[in-house]
């Protein structure tokens, strides 16, 4: 569904994959991202690796930034 892929050190590439999801999932999930970034957010910060912190995250270029 939902994957973090490395960029640098310090930040990674948002991913969705929604092959393995039904039309509906995939809405709901592209409409929290869209509509509720905040909640999206979080669902991101509990991907991360459990040695890294949350710093930032970029909306329209899908980036999460970590310290």
């Known amino acids: 569904m939902i994957t973090l ?3 640098t050190p310090t930040s990674y590439k948002v991913i969705i994959d929604s ?3 039904t039309e509906e999932e995939r809405t709901k999930l592209l409409r929290k991202r869209d509509l509720f970034p ?6 991101l910060i509990d991907a ?4 890294q912190t949350f710093d930032s995250y970029d909306h329209y270029n899908m980036t999460l930034y970590v310290s």
Do not use: G, T
């Open 48 to 51: 991360l690796p459990e040695d």
């Open 19 to 21: 092959s393995d999801l």
């Open 38 to 43: 905040a909640e999206f957010v979080h669902m």
């Open 5 to 7: 892929s490395p960029l």
